[in-house]
């Protein structure tokens, strides 16, 4: 992930910013920003994921460093407690590589070496920023000099050994877990909302089972009625449940993504055939028989959360779907004409269609993470200005007043720059097949499995029938995207960016973005531009 804070030389005094940096993965190495002078520190560095009897805590791995660190030089202690290794996301940690790559750091010293991570790609990474900086690297536990060759290949075999050891371990408890979803038992985790967790006992197991929680069930059931029956919108949902006074579990005000999450979620559904067939049809995997999904009870989605975009399940496709012990609550038509509208939408993130800016979908507020929409200021539509989705849901204090204009003259010369990089290795490279193609192959093996059922006796025949005349008609408009993109004249070389760029219509513009950017980040007083 590569990212630039908009300068303040190109914003200008309305959208001030700071120097230009790029980030490298989830930690900055600010290369365009000097170091700072003065006094340099150690940094001690300690991590515990969870707390256990047989595992060091966090005092003793910071009191083990402390004795093998110099003491006339100044110590930073850093620690992050309930924090996976198997990536960098983690506060201290990201603190202490800001202060590297200020200058601020001489030396690194931990317990060992996964304490600083597990990820033999993450800790590569690292290392090639600390010898950047001239920083060591010093484990307690493992002796031996990072500046040598001998010492960097001792330090490369062990991260490897760390790193087989946790992907032993997550395969372990991803067994586990699948092994519960097929014996319906619970996956564990905080209950979704409108349930509470009973203690019960299946299969000789003791286990917790999902029962409704009255008040939470309620405001489920009116967001679906709303949807389904009225006809309403997400954020008009959203504003009518926030202006009740009602909110989540947690306290928050109503966004779009949470009611979304409880939309798209099938947890709440009394399930039925049609709706076990409907799930087979957006691809999702089912643990169980058919018939364990038509007794009126709810489904539970497992699997990798990776899989989906953040913390929301946009769509149910290669997602394994286990029949759930508890009871639904949401009628089975309404939550397939809720799933069937939700799909007609295109799922649940706007990547633009709007008309007057090359960014619209890829601005999104800073404060909240909601997309930002070009609104105009009503007076000829003279200025647009960029303004926060969930300012207008009452979820975010929001930003207003940028005009699209001024973002857009910020951005373009990190697009620009983007392109020059970026554009000599892609027109080199073999085209790799558009997400159309790859789609419409998919689309036609599974037409061909279809048709190979339906030559068999099948107690579901008349929906395999209606599933493989609406795949015709996908099949129709991806074959029709295909020669639409073949039309498309491709992006120019990097030297012809600019001519290009000057004479590109605004869809022309808005594509290019999309390729070379993945979002731009808004703020009341400055913006991140993150590439792709």
Known sequence: MVSAIISPAVMGATFPGTAVRRCHRQFCTKSRIPCTGGDTMIAIYARQSVERPDSISIAMQVEHCRRICPRSVPQQVYTDRGFSGTNTRRPALQQMLEAVEQGQIESVYVYKLDRISRSLCDFAAMMQEFRRRGVTLHSVRESFDTQTEIGGMLLNLLMMFAELEQKTIAGRVRDNYYARAVQQLALGGVPPYGYTAKPVTHGGHSTTMLEVQPEEAQQVQAFYTGYGVAGQNVEQLVQAANQAGSRTRQGARWSNSAVLRLLRSPVYVQGDLSCAVF??????????????????????????????????????????????????????????????????????????????????????????????????????????????????????????????????????????????????????????????????????????????????????????????????????????????????????????????????????????????????????????????
Not at 294 to 318: A, D, I, T
Not at 467 to 472: A, F, H, K, T, V
Not at 498 to 523: I, K, N
């Open 279 to 532: 799930l087979q049809r957006q691809g999702a995997v089912l643990t169980h028989a058919l018939e364990a999904y038509c007794c009126g009870n709810g489904y539970l989605v497992y699997g990798s959360p990776s899989r989906r975009q953040g913390s929301k399940l946009v769509h149910l496709k290669g997602e394994h779907v286990a029949a759930g012990l508890h009871r639904g609550f949401i009628d089975g038509t309404l939550w397939r004409s809720v799933q069937e509208r939700l799909n007609a939408r295109g799922g649940s993130t706007n990547r633009g269609t709007g008309h007057t800016s090359w960014l619209q979908g890829l601005a999104v507020c800073g404060l909240c993470g909601t997309r930002c929409y070009a609104r105009s200021n009503g007076k000829g539509a003279a200025y647009t200005y960029f303004v926060c989705r969930g300012k207008r849901q009452g979820i975010c204090t929001g930003i207003a007043g940028l005009r699209t204009e001024t973002v857009e003259q910020a951005v373009a010369p990190v697009l620009a720059e983007q392109a020059a990089a970026v554009l000599p290795y892609a027109q080199s490279a073999e085209p790799e097949p558009s997400a159309a193609a790859v789609a419409l192959e998919k689309l036609e093996q599974r037409m061909r499995r279809l048709a190979a059922e339906l030559g068999e006796p099948h107690a579901a025949a008349v929906f395999l029938r209606e599933e493989l005349q609406r795949l015709g008609t996908e099949h129709q408009r991806l074959e029709q995207e295909l020669r639409q993109n073949a039309s498309e004249p491709p992006l120019q070389p990097a030297e012809n960016w600019e001519a290009w760029w000057a004479d590109a219509s605004l869809e022309q513009r808005r594509h290019a973005a999309g390729l070379l950017l993945r979002e731009v980040r808004l703020f009341p007083t400055y913006g991140e531009v993150y590439l792709q």
